[in-house]
C-alpha cells in the first residue's frame, strides 16, 4: 500500500496565479484533511472531510478551497496564491471508527513558494 | 477547548543522554495523546499514542511517554539518545467522537556527538 501520497512535492508559484495540490490514499479512510506547517507554529488545519462529497473549514480556511469528489481523494486548491502562503502543506487521514482514536496517517508533504 | 503547549523549541542531548520532551495539554473531555516525529523533508510519523489503556505508553525507536492526568502532561522519554533520534518532534490531542487533532508547535531535538 502506498498510503498517503501528494502531488506535486514541490511548486513555485507567482502571486495570484491558481493550483491544486492532490492528496490520495489508499486505506479507506473516512476522514481527510489539509494542514500548512510553518516554522514555530506546529500544523495548523486548513479544511476537512469526514466523508465524500462533504467539507468542513478547519482554523485557517481562508484563500483556499477543496473538494472531496471520491472517498480516496482530497484536492486543496488556491485560486489566487499570495506570498502568506508560502508553506509546507501535508494532508493526512484517519479512519472513523472508535478504535481508531483519530490516528492520523500523514503524506510527504508539499513545499510551496509563492513568490 | 483543546491544546497543547510543547515547552522548549529546542533540545539539545549528548548522545547517550536521557532525553525528555514536555507536552502539557488541555482538554474538557478524556483526552487521546499522540507524539509524532518528522525527520527532515519528511512527513509526520506516529511515535507513540495514549488511548485511555496503560498509562505508560511504549512506542518506537525506545520512546515512552507517560500520561500523567493530574499534571496533564504526556512528557516523552527515551533513556540513551541515538544520533538518528535527530529530528522534530510534535505533540497532538483528540478525543472520542471528534474528526479534529490539535498539535503542539514542535520541539526540535538536537543529538549532540
Known amino acids: 500500500n502506498a498510503g498517503v501520497t501528494q502531488t506535486p512535492k514541490f511548486r513555485v508559484l507567482k502571486t495570484g496565479q491558481s493550483m491544486t495540490l492532490l492528496c490520495a490514499q489508499d486505506m479507506n479512510h473516512e476522514y481527510m484533511y489539509w494542514y500548512r506547517q510553518d516554522p514555530g507554529m506546529g500544523l495548523r488545519l486548513i479544511h476537512y472531510?469526514?466523508?465524500?462529497?462533504?467539507?468542513a473549514k478547519g482554523e485557517v480556511p481562508d484563500g483556499y478551497n477543496v473538494s472531496r469528489l471520491k472517498k480516496q481523494n482530497f484536492l486543496l486548491g488556491l485560486e489566487s496564491a499570495a506570498p502568506s502562503q508560502t508553506s509546507v502543506y501535508f494532508c493526512?487521514?484517519?479512519?472513523?471508527?472508535?478504535?481508531?482514536?483519530?490516528?492520523?496517517?500523514f503524506g510527504p508533504g508539499t513545499r510551496l513558494t509563492v513568490l | 477547548a483543546q491544546s497543547v503547549t510543547q515547552l522548549g523549541s529546542h533540545v539539545s542531548v549528548s548522545e547517550g543522554a536521557l532525553v525528555l520532551l514536555r507536552c502539557n495539554y488541555s482538554?474538557?473531555?478524556?483526552?487521546?495523546l499522540f507524539w509524532y516525529v518528522q525527520y527532515p523533508n519528511q512527513g509526520l510519523q506516529l511515535l507513540l499514542k495514549y488511548t485511555s489503556a496503560a498509562t505508560l505508553v511504549k512506542g518506537i525507536n525506545g520512546f515512552e511517554a507517560e500520561f500523567k492526568k493530574s499534571e496533564t502532561s504526556f512528557h516523552l522519554t527515551k533513556p540513551s539518545a541515538h544520533m538518528s533520534d535527530a529530528a522534530e518532534y510534535f505533540c497532538a490531542v483528540s478525543y472520542t467522537g471528534g474528526f479534529k487533532t490539535i498539535f503542539g508547535a514542535g520541539t526540535r531535538l538536537f543529538v549532540k556527538a
Open positions: 482538554s474538557s473531555v478524556p483526552p487521546y
Open positions: 493526512a487521514s484517519t479512519c472513523s471508527g472508535r478504535a481508531c482514536y483519530n490516528e492520523q496517517f
Open positions: 472531510s469526514v466523508g465524500e462529497g462533504t467539507t
